[in-house]
């Protein structure tokens, strides 16, 4: 009965060694084929003149493509068109980058370009139709996709989004990346990066309080749609949603979050300017 017994056992840990074999060797030679597959049908590397000049300093510079497809530098005189003016990292308050991550990206700063855990969960609401939208773009992929301008609406795009995160995390600081991103975001009414505030608050971003850190962060989901000044319950709404969240990740204590939620912004000049635009 023994040596029965023993002869199954060694019979099943010989299939079962068997089968790990396999299946190492079905990963194995289906990794290589996602790898040859990846690398004929997308780009490995992002054009980084689009994104920074590591010279003069260090600073990060600003650039686009021209008529001729050439990369050009955005000159301050060209950000200070308008209400866009560029800011450096060390001029931009803590609490506003902590709102922006807060809401947009809460692993930024411990991800490497994706987040995978929140891809997971956008690709299962995708695919179980819970949302129109892939989603899950991380702090990194949105400033990729602000950039290069690519932003059709396919699996394919989201892929290769990716594939250009993790080579733009290994060329870029943290504080790099969402220092451009910061920049070039859409803040509404013509505004082009955070130092907008001067346009809703008038003053400069550096004197930003929490709940108008939390204010600005609010627009960049849906621009028209948080715009504080045409629909100020809406940007409220989310406002507030950063604040808890900002609360929730350890950001603010409970203190600071009362005081924001309790403070009334001052947009009533730029309210009256526009209905008396919008009369005339």
């Keep these: 009965m023994k040596k029965q017994m023993s002869c199954r056992w060694r019979i099943f840990w010989s299939v079962a060694a068997i ?4 299946i190492m060797l079905a990963v194995l ?45 955005l000159t301050s005189e060209r950000l200070e068109g308008g209400s866009c003016i560029y800011m450096d990292y060390e001029k931009l308050p803590q609490q506003l980058i902590d709102a922006f991550v807060a809401i947009e990206d809460k692993r930024f700063w411990r991800h490497s370009g994706v987040d995978w855990k929140r891809t997971a969960h956008a690709a299962s609401n995708y695919l179980l139709h819970d949302s129109t939208s892939f989603g899950g773009s991380t702090i990194t992929q949105q400033l990729i996709k602000n950039i290069t301008g690519e932003r059709d609406a396919t699996t394919r795009r989201k892929i290769q989004e990716m594939i250009w995160a993790k080579y733009l995390e290994r060329c870029m600081t943290k504080e790099q ?30 004197e930003l309080t929490l709940a108008e850190c939390a204010t600005i962060a609010a627009i960049t989901n849906n621009p028209s749609y948080y715009d504080p000044i045409r629909h100020p319950e809406n940007n409220l709404a989310r406002r507030n949603l950063i604040l808890d969240q ?11 979050r009362a005081t924001a939620v309790a403070e009334e912004l001052t947009l009533e000049k730029f309210l009256a300017l526009e209905n008396a635009l919008y009369k005339g």
């Design 19 to 22: 089968a790990g074999i396999v």
């Design 246 to 256: 900002m609360l929730e990740q350890g950001y603010i204590d409970e203190t600071a």
């Design 177 to 206: 990346i969402i220092e451009l991103y910061l920049n070039i975001i859409n803040l509404s009414r013509g505004c082009i990066g955070v130092q907008a505030a001067n346009t809703y608050f008038s003053k400069d971003v550096s």
């Design 29 to 73: 030679v289906g990794g290589v084929a996602m790898g040859a597959y990846i690398e004929k049908n997308y780009s490995s590397e992002l054009d980084l003149t689009l994104f920074e000049a590591s010279a003069r300093g260090g600073t990060t510079k600003l650039y686009y493509y021209d008529e001729n497809g050439s990369a050009v530098e």
